[in-house]
């Protein structure tokens, strides 16, 4: 496949095929170069199966991953960590290949946030394509599993995005509960925030929080586990909440050291 190899070369000659020109391009383009309808990726906006609660994690690998599994393991659950590549850090660093590995032999899923959490709907085809590339290679390289879900940072997407997600085998993820620790509610307002969303009972929750801060790991996380599992909720994968599989491939890991 063309686009999945991040060379000078393959990006250049992506580029050439697109046109060179600084906005995305339109889809009509991509359909005019291509000659065929271009299918889109699913956006996962939520859960389906009833009871079920995806508690998800953004920007990692971080510290408090550890934390956070931990209280997800003793509640008897799963969570579902969207990664960068290189954000806070790079994920090639012994200390964040540590987290990986921890986090995935857990058991929880690990899914893609992008390189370095870009907006997406400003990047042309091929950037799109390297933003999704890089965390493929990474998590095949540590994991040896190429992931099935992205969730796009800031939750912006376009159909330029889904046209790529959709060739790179991946569905995009939004959510329908914002924790809002990344949008400057305090920890009380975040719990605040589920105990409402509790009180209504929904079927299913698909629940945003990020992984790099200590207050959603040290009080958000714990207070919403209690009072999910006190309302009877399964707290599942984002994978296992669709019924579908978490990974496009598994096999084994590589050995080697890499930067980014
Ligand atoms: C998570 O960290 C907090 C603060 O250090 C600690 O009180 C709590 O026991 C930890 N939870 C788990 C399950 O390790
Ligand atoms: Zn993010």
């Known amino acids: 496949m063309l686009f999945k190899v991040c060379t000078a070369v393959a990006l250049v000659a992506a580029s050439a095929m697109v046109k060179a020109s600084p906005t995305p391009a339109p889809i009509s383009d991509l359909e ?25 994690f953004d920007d990692g ?13 003793a509640a008897g659950g799963k969570g579902t960590f969207f990664w960068n590549g290189n954000n806070y850090g790079c994920i090639y660093d012994e200390i964040n290949v540590k987290r990986v590995k921890y986090a995935y032999a857990q058991g929880h899923m690990v899914a893609s946030h992008t390189w370095d959490h870009k907006d997406l709907t400003t990047l042309t085809f091929d950037e799109i394509h390297d933003e999704f590339y890089r965390v493929e290679l990474a998590l095949e390289r540590l994991l040896g599993v190429k992931p099935a879900f992205l969730r796009p940072p800031y939750g912006n997407y376009n159909n330029l995005v889904r046209q790529v997600a959709y060739e790179r085998g991946q569905k995009l993820v939004t959510w329908d509960f914002d924790s809002g620790d990344s949008t400057g509610s305090t920890p009380a307002q975040s719990d605040a925030a589920y105990d409402a969303l509790i009180k209504k009972h929904p079927s299913t929750i698909l629940a945003l929080n990020h992984e790099v801060y200590e207050k959603t790991a040290h009080i958000v996380v714990p207070h919403a586990i209690a009072a999910l599992k006190k309302a009877g ?22 050995t080697g050291s890499w930067t980014c």
Not at 38 to 53: F, R, Y
Not at 233 to 254: D, H, N, R
């Open 233 to 254: 909720y399964e707290l599942v994968t984002v994978a296992e909440c669709i019924g579908l599989k978490p990974y496009q491939s598994v096999t084994s890991p590589q």
């Open 61 to 73: 690998p971080e510290e408090y991953i550890y934390n956070i599994s931990r209280q997800l393991i």
């Open 32 to 56: 005019a170069l291509t000659g065929r309808a271009t299918p889109l990726a699913q956006v996962i906006t939520k859960c389906t199966v009833p009871n079920n609660v995806a508690l998800t």
